[in-house]
């Protein structure tokens, strides 16, 4: 086995700059590396640590509030229930209820209805209580205002998976 380099010549006991300098590039470019694959990571668009404890389920259930929908940034990504998020399609997020959840929205400014499963979680805005897809919202004529006052009811309980 070859002895290691040392850092200094031997005669003239300068540092030698070439090895260090390709240490330093070598630990620079692995650096950019992790920090390229780190930003590259999935996320999802909530943080279990601000949701709230589940809802048993079991029972009739129902909560007014406030609706909310969203759609570009988020189409096409995962949603909690493994999902891709289709905005155009008929789904909804919330905080609590077990995913796979079939829930009654009613529009109580127009009495419109859509009845949506839960594949994901959210709003995370005070005060809203549900997140329709765009496709939803449309249903119940709620996309040019933004939000609706809303009453849920549900249909069917989910397995939470």
């Known amino acids: 086995m070859r002895k290691p ?3 200094t010549h031997q005669r003239s006991g300068r540092i030698d700059s070439v090895g260090l300098t390709r240490n330093m590039i070598r630990w620079t470019a692995l ?3 992790a920090a390229l694959l780190a930003g590259c ?5 909530y943080r279990r640590d601000t949701l709230p404890p589940p809802v048993k389920p079991g029972g009739k259930y129902v909560e007014k509030g406030i609706a909310s929908y969203y759609a570009h940034k988020f189409h096409g990504r995962p949603t909690a229930s493994g999902e891709i998020f289709d905005m155009n399609g008929l789904s909804a997020a919330h905080k609590s209820l077990p995913l796979g959840t079939v ?14 499963p839960i ?4 709003p995370f805005v005070k ?3 549900i997140d329709l897809s765009l496709g939803a919202a449309k249903v119940i004529d709620m996309v040019r205002v933004g939000t609706a006052k809303v009453r849920i009811e549900v249909v069917t309980w989910g397995s939470g998976k």
């Open 119 to 122: 594949n994901d979680r959210g």
């Open 127 to 129: 005060g809203r209580i």
């Open 103 to 116: 829930v009654k929205v009613i529009n109580l400014d127009n009495n419109k209805t859509i009845t949506v």
């Open 31 to 33: 650096l950019v590396i």
């Open 41 to 45: 990571t999935s996320m999802p668009r």
């Open 5 to 7: 380099r040392p850092l």
